[in-house]
């Protein structure tokens, strides 16, 4: 994580993923200023060969 108005850092936002039922990160990150960005959606493919929940 960085500090606002950090220089070095020319972004208009910073993001993290966190799985829904880590309530430990959502905890820690929504302690950090972070809050959920509902309007974001994730898309993803399972590549041959791994489990359907998302496990190697």
């Not at 905890?27 to 898309?43: I, L, S, T």
């Amino acid at each position: 994580m960085t500090r606002a108005g950090d220089p070095r850092v020319r972004a208009r936002r910073a993001d993290g993923m966190v799985l829904r039922r880590n309530g430990t990160a959502h905890r820690a990150w929504g302690a950090a200023g972070y809050v959920p960005g509902e309007h974001w959606r994730r898309r993803v493919e399972p590549l041959p060969g791994n489990a359907p929940d998302g496990r190697f």
